[in-house]
């Protein structure tokens, strides 16, 4: 018990342990402390930057294929190969080394334990090595832009047989080394996964019952068990794959005659390989969505000073959206040449994921009626990502309505729709995060006033590059084009707007910068935060040192009584009752 | 209260954006009217929820910012409302999803007596065949291929000798008929697009795919590979002219069989039948 400072009390046993607490592992030497650290705090630190740091590669590469669409052929350097090298490494690295590592990575090493009450993960030795595994993945795949040939170019999706012949750049080296990579990255993130889920299953304090945990956690742990039941089907596709490529096995590849040569393939199926990947990554959107969703709620709540909206329902909506996005990958393959008759059951799954879609929605927004609304950076953030995601949803449903997805694919409007969705929205939500927990992480608070220059910049900045994009792929310009040329259904002016948004995405790249030097300026010279700055009910913020030492709680593990929303409670001396803050009289809190 | 009007200010400007701004679909050419009304009604329904939603967030953060003394209501859930908006949600959805299905389903039955055509893929050109006389495509396989055998038609299969291959041209087809795209491709995947058609599919190597459509405008267009098939992929253009039944009777005249094609390979014949 940290915190027992509140108004009256009753005497309440407190519920009984689930489970004991640990013997710790305690670092011997500094290489043990510093660099093969088992503290999920340092890890979590280790995955995050390892994250931003292969995604400021990934933005770059954005300004180069942003730089060809706006003035194709201006500059010499982005030929073909290189376009769609930096589209190909672009997306693989947003979407998986980049989102997939912070989301699950970072914040559930960070937030798990803290959260449900535990001194760390429950398997800390495992957490630290998929850590060093999640780092040679991404090692290897920065190898591939050393080798020759290059990088693979088959875009992201990696599509056999296109992404192992000649054809296509990178396909010597590059590719062999992007699936190895991502063989790795899924063994590693494995690792980690068995962690979070075991960590919230089995690790929680007492009282933490599943029904009160932060919406954060549930999210995360939703997406980690959807993780681990998706990335197999990229493992698979991956190793058949690198042997389709290395020793001339035909899993995905039929009779091919390429310049008037046959190839030695035959039998196989490209169709095959799209719904392995595709059995992943759908899902993927979601395992990075739903750490999004949770820790959103938690701002939304936090800052509004109010209960999130219909926390139950935000719950079975997290278990629905995990359940049925496993059963809608074929809204990737409408036109993909399988049985037609699929697009039927699939548009239907898809179309009702966007229910509890929806109901997460409404509750964000009516959480914030008769609210007491804060407009801190991390507030603006979660603002910005209802506004983003609710855009990018709402396209999804042209995309998942089978007809009207026919001629609506493999054009900007995709583009335009899941950088929405699945890139700003998240991405908004990592910077909301951040501002909100860099105080318990560092004991600092971030500068306000950067945050929300920085904030301002990046939301609106953002929705200028990525609203006026869904209308090129109305006019019907396809993606993955290195250039258009002249066509007739494209107007002139399109070219306008070509540039318009290359502009808008060298002003929102650039803009990061005042992100970058606010969390390097305010570790030296922010305010100090003291341990709650936002007077927060969930434990981690009730922890006995900021930022919290090693084993998290001090000699006593907490114990909790209450959900993490009782905001405003009528009659509790403030507007925040902290989990583990004793009950009041008369007190009815889930 | 200017968080609120810039929230305002971005779904005024997504709004005007969509009415004024001069990028909307390029003119339709085929029967596909059909999904583009669904398209509008899928824009007017989810506009209709954007903007509820946003302007409704941005009433809030007016009306509910924080302000000396205010304190947020304490409410964990309202089962009724959920329920409402669930519902509604719902209605909404089926609205949108039951024509969509319908028209799918039209999309993929082809109408009877549909003119047969094929478009075959490989990087980076498109090459068209037309079933000759008897009116029947003849079977290929990519093991066929060779110098003289571009296409890979069995050369014993009866049905292929008549049929007429327009290479590296233009694809001509008659307005006014059900046309069914056969789909083939010998290298990578390829995919077959019209953007004034609004139809298009993947061309998958290895098996045969399909779309329908019936051209209702005469003139030019350009077919685009929509599916990333290596650096070539955005030259990998031809075009469709749709012209009355009699030029295209006359132009398909000046074309060759796949016999015709042949003539004087006797030897090459031999060869490929040995296979
Ligand atoms: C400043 C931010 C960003 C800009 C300006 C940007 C821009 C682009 C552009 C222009 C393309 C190529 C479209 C094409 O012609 O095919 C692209 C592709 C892509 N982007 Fe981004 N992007 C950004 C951030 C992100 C983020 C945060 C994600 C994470 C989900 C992401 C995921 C992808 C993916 C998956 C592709 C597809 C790659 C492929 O076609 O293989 N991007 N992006
Ligand atoms: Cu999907
Ligand atoms: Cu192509």
Redesign the interface.
Same mark, same amino acid.
């Given at each position: 018990m940290t915190d027992a400072t509140l108004g009256e009390k009753e005497n309440v046993l407190p519920p009984p342990a689930e489970v004991e607490d640990v013997e710790l592992y305690h670092a011997k030497s500094w290489l043990t402390h510093y660099v093969f650290s088992q503290d999920a705090k340092y890890i979590a630190i280790q995955y995050a930057g390892t994250a931003i740091g292969i995604g400021l590669v990934a933005l770059v590469m954005s300004w180069v294929i942003r730089l060809q669409l706006a003035f194709p052929g201006a500059i010499p350097f982005i030929d073909?190969?290189r376009y769609?090298q930096a589209v190909t490494m672009h997306g693989m690295i947003m979407v998986v080394y980049m989102l997939t590592a912070i989301f699950l990575g970072g914040f559930g090493n960070y937030l798990i334990p803290l959260m449900v009450g535990a001194r760390d993960m429950v398997f800390p030795y495992v957490n630290m090595l998929s850590y060093w595994v999640y780092l040679l993945a991404t090692l290897v795949l920065v190898a591939s832009f050393f080798v020759p040939g290059g990088p693979t170019?088959?875009?992201w999706t990696l599509?056999p047989?296109?992404a192992i012949?000649s054809?296509?750049?990178g396909n010597d080296y590059g590719i062999i080394l992007m699936l190895a990579s991502l063989i790795l990255f899924i063994v590693g993130f494995t690792m980690g996964g068995l962690n979070y889920v075991v960590t919230v299953l089995q690790g929680r304090t007492r009282g933490m019952t599943l029904m009160r945990m932060p919406l954060t956690v549930w999210g995360i742990f939703a997406a980690a068990v959807m993780a681990l039941l998706a990335f197999p089907g990229l493992f698979v596709a991956c190793v058949m794959l690198l042997l389709d490529r290395t020793l001339g096995t035909s899993f995905f590849m039929?009779?091919?005659?390429?310049g008037?040569e046959?190839l030695k393939y035959s039998?196989?199926?490209?169709?095959l390989f799209q719904h392995l990947f595709w059995f992943f990554g759908h899902p993927e959107v979601y395992i990075v969505a739903l750490p999004a969703f949770g820790i959103v709620s938690d701002l939304i709540s936090t800052h509004?000073?109010?209960?999130i909206?219909?926390?139950?329902?935000m719950v079975w909506a997290i278990v629905a959206i995990g359940v049925l996005s496993m059963v809608v990958w074929g809204h990737h393959m409408y036109?993909?040449?399988m049985n037609? +008759?699929f !697009?039927?059951f699939f548009?239907?799954t898809t &179309?009702?994921i966007?229910?509890p879609t929806?109901?997460k929605?409404?509750?964000w927004?009516?959480t914030?009626?008769?609210?007491?609304?804060?407009?801190t950076t991390p507030m603006?953030f979660a603002?910005g990502f209802?506004?983003t995601f609710?855009?990018g949803g709402?396209?999804g449903?042209?995309l998942g309505?089978?007809?009207?997805d026919?001629?609506l694919?493999?054009?900007m409007f995709v583009v335009a729709h899941f950088h929405m969705v699945m890139g700003v929205a998240p991405v908004l939500v990592i910077f909301g995060a951040i501002y909100h927990w860099y105080p318990k992480i560092t004991g600092r608070m971030l500068d306000e006033t950067l945050g929300k220059i920085h904030f301002?910049i990046t939301f609106?900045g953002a929705?200028a590059i990525f609203?006026?994009m869904h209308?090129?792929g +109305?006019? !019907?310009v396809?993606r993955?084009?290195?250039? &258009?040329?002249e066509?007739?259904?494209?107007?002139h002016?399109?070219a306008a707007?070509n540039i318009f948004i290359t502009v808008a995405a060298l002003i929102v790249g650039a803009a990061q910068a005042i992100f970058f030097f606010n969390v390097f300026w305010s570790l030296r010279h922010g305010k100090p935060s003291g341990g709650n700055p936002w007077r927060a009910t969930s434990l981690e913020w009730q922890t006995p040192e900021t930022p919290p030492g090693h084993g998290n709680w001090g000699k006593e593990l907490p114990i909790v009584y209450r959900w993490a929303?009782a905001?405003?409670?009528?009659g509790a001396p403030e507007?925040y009752l902290p989990q583990n803050a004793p009950p009041l009289k008369g007190e009815h809190s889930? | 209260m200017l968080v609120a009007l810039i929230m305002v200010a971005v779904v005024a400007a997504s709004l005007l954006f969509h009415f004024l701004s001069p990028w909307r679909m390029t003119p339709i050419a085929s029967n596909w009217g059909y999904i583009d009304n669904m398209m509008g009604a899928t824009f007017w329904i989810t506009a209709a929820g954007f903007v509820a939603v946003i302007l409704f967030m941005a009433y809030c953060l007016f009306r509910f910012r924080h302000q000396e003394g205010r304190r947020a209501a304490y409410e964990p859930e309202n089962q009724k409302l959920e329920g409402w908006l669930a519902i509604g949600t719902t209605i909404a959805v089926i609205a949108l999803l039951a024509p969509g299905l319908f028209v799918w389903g039209q999309f993929i039955n082809v109408p009877e007596g549909a003119m047969e055509v094929e478009a075959m893929g490989q990087q980076w050109q498109w090459s068209f065949r037309f079933p000759g006389a008897d009116n029947r495509l003849g079977a290929t396989d990519a093991l066929f291929i060779d110098a003289n055998n571009p296409y890979g038609l069995n050369p014993n299969d009866p049905r292929g000798q008549d049929d007429i291959l327009a290479s590296g041209g233009d694809l001509h087809l008659p307005i006014g008929k059900p046309i069914k795209m056969l789909l083939r491709s010998i290298d990578v995947l390829h995919d077959f697009y019209v953007p004034e058609f609004r139809a298009k599919m993947d061309l998958v190597p290895g098996i045969v795919t399909y779309f329908w459509f019936t051209p209702t405008k005469t003139g030019e267009f350009e077919i685009l590979c929509a599916a990333f098939c290596g650096t070539g992929h955005p030259q990998m253009r031809a075009k469709v002219v749709i012209e009355s039944e009699d030029d295209f009777k006359t132009w398909l005249a000046t074309q060759q069989t796949f016999a015709q094609s042949r003539r004087g390979e006797a030897a090459h014949d031999r060869r490929a039948s040995a296979r």
């Open positions: 073909a190969s769609y170019g088959a875009g599509y047989p296109q012949m054809g296509t750049p039929p009779s091919i005659v390429e008037g046959h039998g196989g199926s490209p169709i509004a000073r109010k209960n909206f219909g926390y139950r329902m036109v993909s040449g037609p +008759l !697009g039927f548009a239907v &179309l009702a966007a229910l929806a109901i929605v409404y509750n927004v009516l914030l009626w008769r609210a007491d609304i804060h407009f603006l603002l209802i506004v609710v855009n709402i396209t449903l042209y309505n089978v007809i009207v026919v001629p694919s493999a054009t301002w609106l929705y609203f006026p209308y090129l +109305l006019v !019907g396809p993955r084009f290195y250039e &258009l040329g066509t007739a259904f494209v107007p002016s399109a707007l929303y905001y405003s409670v009528p507007d889930p | -």
